[in-house]
């Protein structure tokens, strides 16, 4: 990630292509949402992790398999967008008006 960043920064040879995919517009929905996810994405592991393995107790999962680890990034993610998407609608957006006027 931080020669991703550092090659978005200093766009110089091969490192501007970097530049030009971090510029395209289908990305701005998804910095709107960025603090919202970052603050609760830990939370919401946990719930995915409850819908994939069918439990909250730690010591009943021996194993886990591929297909349940990707299952907690799939459902960890769809909880943290779709919780990130209403507190930006409800609670961030109105706070950054406020702050435009």
């Given at each position: 990630m931080s020669i991703l960043l550092?090659?978005?920064l200093c766009p110089v040879g091969p490192s501007r292509v970097v530049k030009w995919i971090l510029s395209w517009p289908i990305w701005?929905?998804?910095a709107q949402l960025i603090f919202s996810i970052y603050l609760f994405h830990?939370?919401?592991i946990v719930f995915g992790a409850a819908i994939a393995f069918g439990t909250l107790d730690k010591?009943?999962?021996?194993?886990?398999?591929?297909?349940q680890v990707f299952g907690v990034y799939f459902w960890a993610l769809v909880l943290?967008?779709?919780?990130?998407?209403?507190?930006?609608?409800?609670?961030?957006?109105p706070f950054l008006k406020l702050r435009e006027g």
């Amino acid at each position: 990630m931080s020669i991703l960043l550092l090659m978005a920064l200093c766009p110089v040879g091969p490192s501007r292509v970097v530049k030009w995919i971090l510029s395209w517009p289908i990305w701005h929905p998804f910095a709107q949402l960025i603090f919202s996810i970052y603050l609760f994405h830990f939370v919401f592991i946990v719930f995915g992790a409850a819908i994939a393995f069918g439990t909250l107790d730690k010591d009943s999962i021996t194993s886990a398999s591929i297909l349940q680890v990707f299952g907690v990034y799939f459902w960890a993610l769809v909880l943290t967008i779709i919780f990130s998407t209403f507190a930006h609608i409800y609670i961030e957006g109105p706070f950054l008006k406020l702050r435009e006027g």
